[in-house]
């Protein structure tokens, strides 16, 4: 009889470790566990307020790519584990396996008073088309941006979407001469925001915030949110509009399994990308805390290494052999403007920031392109 995988999570690191998983063990019998056979291309979602894109440009239908694999599907959400592992508990029943890869993301951490009067972009794509709802309509006021933590994992947070968003919003305004009605400001509880992405990035990025006539609320932690704005240990940041991202934890599932997390609310894992304690178990992407630079980030990138890694991992261990494929700590980013980017990569050896250039935004468009093709076209 051949072996069973389960895969939870219909993300870029799910779709990867199943892929991964299909292509060095053809004739193995594949699950994907999700509660929906869709797709969606998050870092894309910044291009939705701004018109860039519509959200039926950036959900997949995964149908034909299942078929194609020959992956089973069960559309259902996950409730815990049993069994060390080998059986996973949904709403559509229980699952039994041999092998699984936990790839379900994290979520947002929602304890701020009045977060209800925030939008949170990476919410997906129904959040990213009320922003341009709320763009469209806007023809004078104050936009508010910015983007919190995790306190007991400080790396648990999603910076990059927000500076693009705010750079993005800037470029549309002007484009429909808004831009001298509508003030935009970007707050943060660090005076040196998005310091994952290396000193030289946080100095750029500021930097081109102030060529933009954006203002700055930093080294302020935020208190509460209200219709009229964002109060902060510094003082209220006025807004009719609060674009903000909130810091990261783990899947709220975990909490009914014996799996080990981290201070954040992580799935623990290895250098390997297992999970300690547990036989043939692996976890991929934002539901995990790994070891590695303080850097580290949450990305769809970091995700499609960490899946490959846990995937061929996986296939070694069914093997009786030890795992030994570690993730390369890599973050690569191209902070999009609309108009223009600027390119980041980082590596545990250098970190590159390069000027804003339009080839970098057309190198975003055209990655999301090539990446899409194989789902779209299976």
């Given at each position: 009889?051949?072996?069973?995988?389960?895969?939870?999570?219909?993300?870029?690191?799910?779709?990867?470790?199943?892929?991964t998983?299909?292509?060095?063990?053809p004739?193995?019998?594949?699950?994907?566990?999700?509660?929906?056979?869709?797709?969606?291309?998050?870092?894309?979602?910044i291009?939705v307020?701004?018109?860039?894109?519509?959200?039926?440009?950036?959900?997949?239908?995964?149908?034909?790519?299942?078929?194609?694999h020959?992956?089973?599907?069960?559309?259902?959400?996950v409730?815990?584990?049993?069994?060390?592992?080998r059986?996973?508990?949904?709403t559509?029943?229980?699952?039994?396996?041999?092998?699984?890869?936990?790839?379900?993301?994290?979520?947002?951490i929602?304890?701020?008073?009045?977060i209800?009067?925030?939008?949170?972009?990476?919410?997906?794509?129904a959040?990213?088309?009320?922003?341009?709802?709320?763009l469209?309509?806007?023809?004078?006021?104050?936009?508010?941006?910015?983007?919190?933590?995790n306190?007991?994992?400080?790396t648990?947070?999603?910076?990059?979407?927000?500076f693009?968003?705010?750079?993005?919003?800037?470029?549309?305004l002007?484009?429909?001469?808004?831009?001298d009605?509508?003030?935009?400001v970007?707050?943060?509880?660090?005076?040196?925001?998005?310091?994952?992405?290396g000193e030289?990035?946080?100095?750029?990025?500021l930097?081109h915030?102030?060529?933009?006539?954006?203002d700055?609320?930093?080294?302020?932690?935020?208190?509460?949110?209200?219709?009229?704005g964002?109060?902060?240990?510094?003082?209220?940041?006025?807004?009719?509009?609060?674009?903000?991202?909130?810091g990261?934890?783990?899947?709220?599932?975990?909490?009914?399994?014996?799996?080990?997390?981290?201070?954040?609310?992580?799935?623990q894992?290895?250098?390997?990308?297992?999970?300690?304690?547990?036989?043939?178990v692996?976890?991929?992407?934002d539901a995990?805390?790994?070891?590695?630079?303080?850097?580290?980030?949450?990305?769809?990138?970091?995700?499609?290494?960490?899946?490959?890694?846990?995937?061929?991992?996986?296939?070694l261990?069914?093997q009786?052999q030890?795992?030994?494929?570690?993730?390369?700590?890599?973050?690569?980013?191209i902070?999009?403007?609309?108009?223009?980017?600027?390119?980041?990569f980082?590596?545990?050896?250098?970190?590159?920031?390069?000027?804003?250039?339009?080839a970098?935004?057309?190198?975003?468009?055209?990655?999301?392109?090539?990446?899409?093709?194989?789902?779209?076209?299976?």
């Amino acid at each position: 009889m051949s072996d069973h995988f389960v895969v939870l999570g219909a993300g870029f690191a799910a779709l990867t470790a199943a892929r991964t998983l299909r292509s060095k063990a053809p004739q193995a019998r594949i699950t994907l566990v999700a509660p929906k056979a869709e797709f969606v291309y998050l870092p894309s979602l910044i291009w939705v307020p701004t018109g860039v894109r519509k959200s039926s440009d950036l959900v997949i239908d995964l149908a034909p790519f299942l078929r194609k694999h020959r992956i089973d599907f069960l559309a259902a959400e996950v409730t815990g584990l049993q069994d060390g592992g080998r059986t996973v508990l949904t709403t559509g029943g229980p699952v039994e396996n041999d092998g699984l890869i936990i790839a379900t993301g994290g979520r947002f951490i929602k304890k701020l008073p009045g977060i209800e009067h925030a939008i949170a972009l990476c919410e997906g794509v129904a959040a990213a088309e009320k922003i341009r709802e709320r763009l469209l309509a806007m023809d004078s006021g104050r936009i508010a941006c910015g983007f919190g933590g995790n306190p007991q994992e400080p790396t648990a947070a999603r910076g990059g979407p927000m500076f693009e968003l705010l750079f993005g919003i800037d470029t549309w305004l002007r484009r429909q001469r808004k831009r001298d009605k509508v003030e935009l400001v970007f707050f943060n509880a660090s005076d040196k925001p998005g310091q994952r992405l290396g000193e030289r990035a946080v100095t750029n990025l500021l930097s081109h915030m102030a060529k933009r006539r954006i203002d700055t609320h930093l080294g302020h932690k935020p208190l509460r949110m209200s219709p009229e704005g964002v109060e902060t240990e510094g003082g209220l940041v006025k807004a009719d509009l609060i674009l903000f991202m909130p810091g990261m934890t783990g899947p709220g599932w975990t909490h009914n399994s014996e799996l080990p997390r981290s201070p954040g609310g992580f799935i623990q894992a290895d250098a390997h990308c297992a999970v300690p304690g547990f036989e043939r178990v692996f976890v991929a992407g934002d539901a995990g805390s790994y070891p590695g630079p303080d850097w580290l980030p949450k990305q769809a990138h970091m995700a499609d290494l960490q899946a490959k890694a846990a995937a061929e991992n996986l296939l070694l261990v069914m093997q009786g052999q030890p795992a030994q494929h570690v993730p390369k700590a890599e973050l690569v980013c191209i902070v999009d403007t609309v108009d223009s980017g600027i390119l980041v990569f980082r590596d545990e050896n250098k970190t590159i920031v390069l000027p804003p250039s339009r080839a970098f935004t057309w190198a975003k468009r055209w990655f999301e392109g090539k990446y899409l093709k194989d789902y779209r076209s299976a």
